[in-house]
């Protein structure tokens, strides 16, 4: 079994929380409680990683925590730049 990692958040906008998995495109999830949006992003990533077999994509092996430093570092590096 795959384990990638998940990135939580709450959505104003949405009035809830998301859940995205950032190493497989378009994978997310809704919940109204950070609780429901983790289950829910669960049977999301199962669907994705089934459906990419039957499609014969190529399904992306988890980096874990790697790619999330990553992404924050992408995220955050860039918004906390002092000005010159």
Known sequence: MYKYAIEIFYSEEDEGYIAVVPELPGCSAFGKTEEEALREIKIAIELWLETAEKEGREIPKPHG?????????????????PST
């Open 65 to 81: 925590k790697e790619i999330l430093n990553l992404f924050y570092k992408q995220k955050f590096h860039s918004t906390t730049q």
